[in-house]
């Protein structure tokens, strides 16, 4: 992660974004432990096609 945020930033890329489960706690613990906060902001979906998550 340290080499991928720094080839970001040399790069001019000003934030880093990620997409976590909120029920993914292992992931969102291991972004945490690197400085990564959560964020006020939803990601909304709609399927086209008439498919669902379910």
Known sequence: MAQAEQWMYARGVPKMHAMIRHDNLEVRSF??????????????????????KT
């Open 31 to 52: 972004y945490r432990a690197l400085g990564y906060a959560d964020d006020d902001v939803s990601v909304v979906e709609k399927f086209l096609n008439g498919c669902s």
